[in-house]
């Protein structure tokens, strides 16, 4: 084999007769990858779970949800961020074997590789002290941004204005709204503008709300 890879708990290959130095014994140019939830070494690397749990672990569940309600579930959100370390990693192990013709082997903590996707958090609240919150459907770069209650039992529309141009055009279909905001205003503004967009879209059907 090219590559040998597990992502079982820490210590199971090795109990296994199988971990990285039993690999590379057999096939020293293999190149082996473990990617288990906390690594295999470290305080909390005996530590067992899935994705959900080191999704909650990172932070993600406690920025997921309503300001007034409970840490939301985000899925097996890190069982999605750790192939994007992995493969590149296994990428640029092959490519090292074909130039030096050895291999490597790797150590990859799913909980880790999670850490790095609130990197944006993480600095905002070590540079400015600020600690995140949850938001429900708004985000910092857009305003409005959610989804309102149109004609119908369940009917919903989903919509955003990134920029100027875009909340222009919002204006210009919707009404009683102010198309001078800029981004920080209509951060201001957003439970108000949320009020008339949902009186807008309640008269609406779905369709004919995101066709106009």
Request: hydrophobic content about 40%; overall charge negative; charged content about 20%.
């Amino acid at each position: 084999a090219d590559i040998v890879f597990d992502n079982f708990a820490a210590g199971t290959m090795q109990r296994l007769g199988l971990g990285a130095e039993d690999v590379r014994a057999i096939n020293p140019q293999a190149i082996v990858l473990s990617c288990s939830g906390q690594g295999q070494t470290g305080p909390h690397n005996l530590g067992k779970g899935g994705g959900g749990h080191y999704a909650a672990l990172a932070g993600f569940n406690e920025l997921t949800g309503w300001p007034d309600g409970e840490p939301g579930y985000l899925s097996a959100y890190t069982d999605f961020i750790a192939p994007r370390f992995n493969v590149p990693l296994l990428l640029a192990a092959l490519d090292y074997r074909r130039r030096t013709g050895r291999g490597q082997s790797f150590d990859v903590s799913q909980y880790e590789t999670a850490v790095h996707w609130l990197a944006p958090w993480l600095i905002d609240y070590t540079a400015n002290g600020h600690v995140a919150a949850r938001t429900g459907n708004r985000q910092p770069n857009a305003a409005p941004h959610g989804v309102y209650r149109c004609l119908g039992e369940d009917d919903w529309l989903a919509l955003a204005c990134p920029d100027a141009a875009a909340w222009r055009a919002l204006c210009a279909v919707v009404g009683d709204l102010d198309p001078s905001l800029d981004l920080d205003g209509r951060t201001a503004s957003h439970d108000h503008i949320d009020e008339v967009i949902t009186t807008w879209t309640c008269q609406r059907h779905k369709v004919d709300a995101t066709a106009q």
